[in-house]
């Protein structure tokens, strides 16, 4: 379970404030640190994240075409993308891992990206879409906004 401090320090970072620190606790829980970990949470996260960008580019690039707006998609909701917004907000400090000869075993990029996504996950059961919707929205707008074009190549 993460501690109080780092659960307010986080909910400030998020602007949301959780109902239920258990589900927070385990949105940052990595398996190699125990088996009520992010996986089932990642999952969910990866779902609703897809909906909520499909959307914000549905309406904000309302003119262009099917293929343009997959290749915006694709680019906001890559890892490249959920790792670089995980880092904006520290979450890389927050990820309880395993110790192994006494130190922590390093976040790994991949769990930072797997880790966002089932923060988005907690937040979605903890409260409801519209929320999430709005702290997605919150997160990705600086991403979305850099997006002047469709990126050429959206595979990363």
């Not at 917004?85 to 000869?101: F, G, N, P, Q, W």
């Not at 966002?116 to 702290?135: N, P, Q, T």
Request: proline residues 3%.
């Amino acid at each position: 379970m993460i501690s109080k401090k780092e659960h307010r320090w986080l909910e400030e970072k998020l602007q949301y404030i959780f109902n239920d620190p258990q589900i927070l606790s385990r949105a940052l829980t990595h398996r190699s640190h125990s088996s009520e970990n992010y996986e089932r949470l990642e999952f969910l996260g990866d779902r609703v994240l897809g909906l909520v960008i499909a959307e914000l580019v549905f309406k904000k690039h309302y003119k262009e075409k099917e293929g343009e707006l997959s290749k915006r998609f694709s680019d906001l909701v890559s890892k490249k993308t959920l790792i670089k917004i995980a880092k904006r907000i520290d979450l890389e400090v927050m990820i309880k891992t395993s110790r192994e000869y006494g130190y922590k075993i390093k976040v790994t990029e991949s769990m930072l990206a797997d880790s966002l996504e089932a923060l988005i996950g907690a937040i979605f059961l903890d409260s409801d879409f519209i929320m999430v919707k709005d702290i997605v929205q919150k997160l990705w707008k600086e991403v979305i906004n850099e997006q002047a074009t469709p990126p050429n190549n959206p595979k990363f």
